[in-house]
């Protein structure tokens, strides 16, 4: 009832500066798009350009409200001018700068939608303009602005101690720093473009063993007028030292190979997909079927360790209760020998890789090696011709070297592509 | 801690086979296989026969001990200067020949060869004076407790005729060479390959050794390296032969001597061998059986480490007693363990009360501290060794329960009771005997508290190892923490017994002072009481004051990063 008259203000009847007028005078600034408009993709996610363009930025923003600052003590449509505003800010692109809404917070009137006494606190007083107040913070929390103890001093102005934009300043105040650290693994926030700089970063990312060490397999760019200019499809490869699960104490990666038999074939798989935010980067494994229960583990020796004994002769298990090995969430896995990812995912190059690879390991050149590579997500660059099979190379599993059931949760790229991907945080 | 040798001198006497001084002692043992002492423990059982009393040498052993402690100790103190040692990082050639006429180089071999042939407790007597200069202890350590004990111990005749007559006269100096680059503990990881020539009379060394103390020195090497070795299953297998090497077969190399941190007058090189020819009269033991010799020899020369602890603090403060040999390996482990912590523990006191004087170079503390450090990380590194003893123990005391503890666990309702029922016992608070304290108490009356202690703690000692052990059963080689702290109270429990056996024969006897060893002993008994049942209470499952896994969990973090994660107390997050 009591926000008739501030409808119809909204709507201008009474004449004066409406509020959409306000309003518009923003959206004034911020409709000309200067440029990108074809590409479909929103405004809002390209970075903002630099303060001296006069379309976009802080300037922009404030050359927009300052009509509305020279004018203080309107009690007009103020709650549409901060909603016209906040939808503004996007296309500006100040949606991530706390100055500008502190700015918009200055326009609000201090005073008067302070609660005073108790009893009217009860009464959920100005729910509008706390709605409004909770806009603000709502909008600022989802951009990932972290307020200030100034935007906290103007919400108290404004809103009153014990308001609910107060009380939510505060919840942002103890959690948003809170969640920034809540990533441990964080990308960095510029990412390189798509290639060798984002493929190793996205290896760091899949493996990030210090002692792996990153190999970059590139063919030179050869003089001939048709490659002239392009990337030649190169492979990173990473070698590994590590098996299946993270941070288990583990032989060296030769010793693995070499352990792992030269008459069991290893497989290359992939690709797999990984997401780095909106980049996709495909990689491809070398991996190893886990040994059957029997082969697993050799005796201990027992001229290993000449100070003390590594393995007791007792007939004693170990009890139930204490036995905290077994997890259901973890799958038996096979030892991954090494890592890809290639500019161009086709046998030749896959091959080269292979090649390099049995530089360090010359296991690797007696094992037969098998190509299980999924055709359905092609990356972008493979080359059209068919596929020739490298050195060493058994073509595609017969009966012979058919493999056992791959283990439950062992993903396909389809899958794979789906756990892989990004989620924002905090949405 | 002498003490502590005490007991060990008194059950390697008694294990002794060899010809000993003294047979009248000698017809009170039986030359049946005794299980030792220390095991014993981990069942919760006190052989207090061997221990109390505390042994004794006789008259005749002691006036001869003393006969050749003076001259020793004469020509240590007017006639070894360490200072100069530790300065120059060298010793000299004539305080070498000094020792080499006292026949310090010899003092372990028999004297048909050559040698002093002296008895253990006077060669850790001997030990004692020898360790005032940490260098010259060391470089004799080096050369007679591992560098020649193999041809000791595992030599035959002819290799003992060959090479101890020289060896002991200290014309030619040996050293021991185990260890590579890419292996200290561990035998599988050896590098140095010895290949048989075609007509079967030599093999050819090649590989390179790290660390060899008298590796300058020393003419005569006991070497370690893989052989080929058709097994019983007719499998070729790598295994380890110990050879004995002498630099004149050629294509021996040494490297320069490394600077070190402390005892710098010893010589610490690199040996490299290049195609040297050993001929297969040379090898030590069996071709394939090196593990088993180096094992040997390195058990048997720890027992000499804890009297040469005893002899630095000796000078520090003054104090202490003698040590032992075979299959008290495990004692001696635990000498060493004990005693080199002690000493690192009083040397860092002493110049701690020295305050800066202790820090400046001029005077000596500095250098006993740099030389206490190298105690606990040589002869097998503290850690290593509390694995051994924890898990010989284990090994001992698993075998004798296993039947009990899988009773239990198959829910025999009978066991179960009982089992129930002695912990109930315990809980009201059970009355131990093992007959130390007491009217018919072996222990000296001013010690009943001391004993009683000791007494509580072993009965809980034996309930502990059986807890553990239907816990973890054979997993419990994973549990380090575990087992660590099982070597901390088994080592107290035995210093305890050794210094209680010692104090009640003073005071029983009227030595001088016995008042002083009573005072130490009741103190030192009962913080080794507390330290022991807070162990103990560690052990026990779902203890509060268990942190173990809250220590994993941070080691593990600290490992993923390889860093240290926390924040800088200083950043701002807004």
Known sequence: ?427 | MAATRGLLLRALRAARPGPVAFPAVRRLRTAAPRPAFAKELFLGTLRKEEVFPYPEISNEELAEINQFVGPVEKFFSEEVDSKKIDQDAKIPPETLKGLKDLGLFGMQIPEEYGGLGLSNTMYARLGEITSLDGSIAVTLAAHQAIGLKGILIAGTDEQKAKYLPRLASGEHIAAFCLTEPGSGSDAASIQTRATLSEDGKYFLLNGSKVWISNGGLASIFTVFARTEVVDKDGQLKDKITAFIVERDFGGVTHGKPEDKLGIRGSNTCEVHFENTKVPIENVIGEVGGGFKVAMNILNSGRFSMGSASAGMIKKLIGMMDRPGFPDCSVEAAMVKVFSSEGAWTCVSEALQILGGLGYMKDYPYERYLRDTRILLIFEGTNEILRMYIALTGMQYAGKILTDKIKEIKKGNVGVALGEALSKLRDMMGRKVDYGLVGDRGVVHPSLQESGKKLEENIYYFGTTVRGLLTRFGKTIVDEQLVLKRVADIIINLYAMTAAISRASRSISIGLRNHDHEVLLTNIFCTEAYFKNNYAMAQLQKYADENLDDCIKKAAKQVLEKRAYICSHPLDRTF
């Open chain 1, 1 to 427: 009832m009591r926000l008739h008259w501030a409808h119809a203000l909204s709507r201008g009847l009474w004449g004066g500066w409406g509020p959409s007028q306000a309003a518009r005078s923003v959206s004034r600034h911020s409709s000309r798009p200067a440029g990108d408009p074809a590409s479909g993709a929103p405004a809002w996610r390209d970075p903002p350009r630099d303060a001296q363009d006069s379309d976009r930025g802080p300037a922009a923003f404030a050359a927009a409200l300052e009509t509305l600052e020279r004018i203080p003590g309107r009690r007009v449509g103020r709650l549409e001018l901060v909603a016209a505003a906040l939808a503004a800010m996007p296309a500006l692109g100040v949606a991530r700068e706390r100055e500008a809404y502190h700015r918009l917070l200055r326009l609000l009137p201090r005073g008067p939608w302070v609660p005073r006494g108790p009893i009217q606190r009860l009464l959920a007083p100005f729910p509008q303009q706390q709605e409004c107040g909770l806009q603000i913070l709502e909008q600022m929390e989802r951009y990932g602005v972290v307020p200030d103890a100034e935007t906290r001093f103007l919400l108290l102005g404004v809103f009153g101690p014990r308001s609910r934009p107060v009380r939510k300043c505060q919840r942002m105040l103890y959690w948003l720093p809170r969640l920034r650290h809540v990533d441990p693994h964080p990308l960095p926030s510029v990412l390189p473009p798509p290639g060798l700089a984002a493929a190793r970063l996205g290896l760091r990312r899949i493996a990030n063993d210090p002692d792996a060490r990153i190999t970059v397999y590139q063919r030179p760019v050869p003089d001939e007028g048709d490659n002239e200019g392009s990337v030649e499809p190169y492979i990173v490869g990473e070698r590994r030292g590590t098996q299946g699960n993270p941070g288990a104490q583990s032989p060296e990666q030769q010793e693995l190979l070499a352990r792992h038999g030269t008459a069991r074939p290893v497989f290359v798989e992939g690709p797999f997909s990984l997401w780095l935010r909106s980049t996709q980067l495909w990689y491809y494994v070398l991996r190893g079927d886990p040994l059957p229960p029997h082969l697993r583990e050799d005796p201990p020796d027992p001229e290993r360790s000449l100070y003390y004994p590594l393995h007791l002769d007792l007939d004693l298990e170990r009890g139930p209760w204490d036995d905290d090995d077994f997890d259901v969430d973890e799958v038996e896995e096979g030892p991954v020998f090494a890592l890809c990812m290639a500019g161009a995912g086709d046998r030749r190059t896959l091959g080269k890789w292979i090649a390099g690879l049995q530089e360090a390991n010359p296991v690797l050149g007696r094992t037969p090696v098998v190509f299980r590579l999924q055709d359905g997500d092609p990356p972008a660059g493979a080359t059209g011709d068919p596929p020739t099979p490298p050195l060493g190379v058994v073509p595609p599993p017969s009966a012979v070297l058919e493999p056992p059931d791959l283990p439950r949760g062992y993903g396909h790229s389809t899958q794979g592509g789906g756990n892989k991907g990004n989620t924002a945080p905090g949405e």
